[in-house]
């Protein structure tokens, strides 16, 4: 779990719970370490510039184009993108997308929807959007898993995966397992 800046502990239990061994990744040591890479939710300015300082952003794009399974849930879905809509945002370009940022405007910035998502099973994902990027574009070698409001909001490219909601917010635990069976088949 990148462990920069954003909502760390949430997910490091989450990925515990489903039966991973969690850890925050700070350095280049604590990078190098691990079998895949989790990017919370945050603040992706904030984030971005710290990789930058920390000397993570190269490595991390060196691994996963190497193959190493890739998670981003919102802000860590934008820090992934090819490019974010209308900003000059450097990102790691690891993810043949075009984010929007707070795409859903300000009524629902923040809000539980009961998603359809074919590939985890019948039953809706109750997905928990705040402050929200959706998919603008989407490349040719990008699966779209799921929609919301007529955008992407659950992709996947390879070994790299990005959600716009939260799922380490709520009690289910079917996005982590999804993205915890890539990681064992990697
Ligand atoms: N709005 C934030 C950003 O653009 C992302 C919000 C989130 O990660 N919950 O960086």
Known sequence: MLAVQGDVEEHLRALERSGARATP???????????????PGGESTTVIRLLERFGLTEPIRERVRAGMPFWGTCM?????????????????????????RNAFGRQIS???????????????????FIRAPWIERAGPGVEVLASH???GV???QGN???????????????????????????
């Open 76 to 100: 860590g879905m934008i820090v992934a993108a090819h490019d974010v809509a209308g900003l000059e945002q450097q990102t790691l370009g690891v993810l043949d997308v075009t984010v929007r």
């Open 149 to 151: 409001a007529g955008h």
């Open 25 to 39: 990744v700070k350095t280049l040591a604590e990078l190098e370490a691990v079998d895949a890479l989790v990017v």
């Open 160 to 186: 790299v995966v990005g959600t716009s909601f939260h799922p380490e917010l709520t009690g289910d635990a079917r996005v982590h397992r999804y993205f915890l069976d890539l990681v064992r088949a990697a």
């Open 154 to 156: 659950f992709v996947r």
């Open 110 to 128: 923040s809000a539980e929807v009961a998603l359809d998502i074919p590939a985890l099973g019948e039953k809706p994902f109750p997905a928990v």
